[in-house]
């Protein structure tokens, strides 16, 4: 039995090590997709039975689209991504190859909330001119900025409440925020934990702080876009650490150069590592460079996730846990 690696383990060493007793631990050579494909295409890789993969390592592959999917040796049937959002692989083209996708939902709660926290602070304060100020030698800048807002007291509207934006709940709670979310789902009592449920359209007229929490997919591809942002209290801060598209970029950048929108606190954007020129320009944006989960822990843990799955796979022959899209097959 083998196990494809795509990408590096850069914490879990010795966890990743001990699988040598269950299978091959075999990479491959390629270095770019095309490469790939056609190491695939090779029967170099055949008889692997599970890959375990990075975010990053769609450097080297691409997607995992149906094109790819389609060329993975016949072997394969489980693929264990790194990374809570799977938006990378077309998990409706691997349940039509038979392949099942675990992911690392959890581990990446706490730090990605984090974050959050960190961008609702720093775009209800407005600190980013003064922060670029300050670099130029222009103290808090001239003229001075706006006057920012403090948390307590104002709507937190969460677009999304899974693992994550409960995990930013609590945290806006301990600074007197008042809690409102929308989601597919109504939540259980408990799980919403004293959080008001409201429609897509009442979480938009009617949240000052509005947090994307929610996966990207097909069905929530631009979810926020000009139609949107009209819906949304003007003067609104909007704070994203799910994934870039799931927001109109540059229709965000037409909500925050007519004032509209006050200011956003980002983490991800449409076309990573690109930023929209807008958003550069404009210093009401806090930028941070998609640092959601970059903590040592954090890493840690969901390398530990992952390949907990991987030995799963070699020991029972099933995932620990699958993403939603397979949890019924
Ligand atoms: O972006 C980070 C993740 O999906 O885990």
Same mark, same amino acid.
């Given at each position: 039995?083998?196990?494809?690696?795509?990408?590096?383990?850069?914490?879990?060493?010795?966890?990743?090590?001990?699988?040598?007793?269950?299978?091959?631990? /075999?990479?491959?050579?390629?270095?770019?997709?095309?490469?790939?494909?056609?190491?695939?295409?090779?029967?170099?890789?055949?008889? /692997?039975?599970?890959?375990?993969?990075?975010?990053?390592?769609?450097?080297?592959?691409?997607? $995992?689209?149906?094109?790819?999917?389609?060329?993975?040796?016949?072997?394969?049937?489980?693929?264990?991504?790194?990374?809570?959002?799977?938006?990378?692989?077309?998990?409706?083209?691997?349940?039509?190859?038979?392949?099942?996708?675990?992911?690392?939902?959890?581990?990446?709660?706490?730090?990605?909330?984090?974050?959050?926290?960190?961008?609702?602070?720093?775009?209800?304060?407005? $600190?980013?001119?003064?922060?670029?100020?300050?670099?130029?030698?222009?103290?808090?800048?001239?003229?001075?900025?706006?006057?920012?807002?403090?948390?307590?007291?104002?709507?937190?509207?969460?677009?999304?409440?899974?693992?994550?934006?409960?995990?930013?709940?609590?945290? /806006?709670?301990?600074?007197?925020?008042?809690?409102?979310?929308?989601?597919?789902?109504?939540?259980?009592?408990?799980?919403?934990?004293?959080?008001?449920?409201?429609? $897509?359209?009442?979480?938009?007229?009617?949240?000052?702080?509005?947090?994307?929490?929610?996966?990207?997919?097909?069905?929530?591809?631009?979810?926020?876009?000009?139609?949107?942002?009209?819906?949304?209290?003007?003067?609104?801060?909007?704070?994203?650490?799910?994934?870039?598209?799931?927001?109109?970029?540059?229709?965000?950048?037409?909500?925050?150069?007519?004032?509209?929108?006050?200011?956003?606190?980002?983490?991800?954007?449409?076309?990573?590592?690109?930023?929209?020129?807008?958003?550069?320009?404009?210093?009401?944006?806090?930028?941070?460079?998609?640092?959601?989960?970059?903590?040592?822990?954090?890493?840690?843990?969901?390398?530990?996730?992952?390949?907990?799955?991987?030995?799963?796979?070699?020991?029972?022959?099933?995932?620990?846990?699958?993403?939603?899209?397979?949890?019924?097959?």
């Amino acid at each position: 039995m083998k196990v494809l690696l795509l990408g590096e383990i850069e914490h879990a060493h010795e966890s990743w090590s001990s699988l040598q007793t269950l299978a091959e631990l /075999a990479s491959p050579r390629a270095r770019h997709r095309a490469e790939f494909v056609k190491e695939c295409k090779s029967g170099q890789l055949d008889g /692997a039975l599970v890959i375990y993969r990075t975010f990053d390592s769609v450097d080297i592959t691409g997607r $995992f689209d149906e094109e790819l999917v389609n060329v993975l040796p016949e072997s394969i049937k489980f693929v264990c991504h790194n990374g809570a959002g799977y938006d990378q692989i077309d998990v409706h083209a691997c349940t039509r190859r038979g392949i099942k996708v675990s992911n690392t939902p959890h581990a990446v709660n706490n730090s990605t909330a984090d974050v959050n926290m960190f961008l609702i602070l720093g775009a209800l304060r407005r $600190f980013n001119p003064s922060i670029s100020a300050l670099r130029q030698g222009n103290w808090r800048g001239h003229p001075p900025p706006p006057l920012g807002h403090d948390p307590e007291g104002k709507v937190l509207g969460i677009l999304g409440m899974g693992g994550i934006g409960r995990n930013l709940k609590k945290k /806006a709670e301990a600074f007197s925020m008042k809690i409102i979310y929308h989601n597919r789902k109504k939540l259980s009592s408990e799980l919403a934990a004293g959080a008001e449920y409201v429609s $897509f359209d009442e979480l938009l007229a009617t949240s000052d702080v509005i947090s994307l929490n929610l996966p990207l997919n097909n069905d929530t591809r631009h979810k926020i876009s000009t139609r949107e942002f009209e819906k949304m209290k003007k003067g609104v801060v909007i704070v994203n650490t799910a994934r870039g598209a799931v927001m109109d970029e540059s229709a965000l950048v037409k909500a925050l150069d007519s004032g509209h929108v006050a200011s956003v606190g980002l983490d991800v954007y449409e076309n990573e590592p690109q930023i929209d020129p807008g958003l550069l320009a404009n210093p009401h944006v806090l930028l941070v460079p998609h640092m959601g989960t970059y903590t040592v822990e954090t890493q840690a843990a969901m390398e530990e996730m992952s390949i907990s799955n991987v030995r799963c796979v070699l020991e029972r022959g099933h995932l620990r846990n699958v993403v939603p899209e397979h949890c019924e097959l």
